[in-house]
């Protein structure tokens, strides 16, 4: 306790913030990233509960930009680096879960040809997550979106794909903050409009 408040005190002393994070369900959720060397550092915009079934919790989404928006037109339309977090609170969760529940997502967000234009690419992410052998309690998915470079998975610290294009990662964010999300209450905590946690 001593050292954390030396700490403390020599932060605010020298003008340095604090580090923090958020906690959800026992969870402590980055209050900031960065992705790569050269890329700005993201800031957490919101983070919140998947329920499914309204009682099942599935995973805390969490949703990092370089700067806070509650708009979600003014975050799709943002070129800027992105993530997306998954931290898996169920052990019930599969891999084809997770698939399944991205894939009718899309399918209710997204136009025909929004659709066709990247129905390769969601191929593409479909295998991959299929390849992961076991996503338990536990584990973490991110999606990151790196500009000119595209969307890069990492699952449990394991880069596993990197798929081309902004336009593949902003149909992706359809998934949590799209007018039909698989979450309201998720897609509000994301967007910085609900309770997400309590910050530490």
Do not use: C
Request: hydrophobic share 45%; glycine share 8%; no cysteine.
């Amino acid at each position: 306790m001593k050292l954390f408040l030396v700490l403390l005190y020599l932060a605010v002393a020298t003008g340095i913030p604090a580090a923090r994070a958020v906690d959800i369900e026992g969870v402590k959720i980055d209050d900031k990233v960065v992705l790569a060397s050269g890329v700005p550092e993201l800031v957490l915009n919101g983070a919140g509960v998947r329920h499914k079934f309204a009682f099942i919790k599935v995973y805390i989404g969490s949703l990092y930009l370089t700067q806070k928006k509650t708009d979600n037109e003014a975050i799709f339309a943002d070129p800027g680096p992105k993530r997306v977090s998954m931290n898996i609170l169920s052990s019930e969760v599969t891999a084809q879960d997770l698939i399944s529940s991205m894939n009718n997502a899309l399918a209710v967000n997204l136009s025909p040809h929004e659709l066709a234009l990247i129905e390769k690419r969601i191929r593409d992410l479909n295998t991959m997550m299929s390849s992961v052998k076991a996503i338990n309690k536990g584990s973490v998915v991110h999606l990151d979106y790196l500009p000119d470079v595209g969307t890069r998975v990492i699952v449990d610290g394991q880069e596993r794909i990197t798929i081309p294009g902004e336009d593949f990662f902003r149909a992706m964010l359809h998934i949590w903050i799209g007018n039909k999300p698989v979450d309201g209450r998720l897609r509000d905590a994301m967007l910085g409009k609900g309770s997400g946690g309590k910050l530490f």
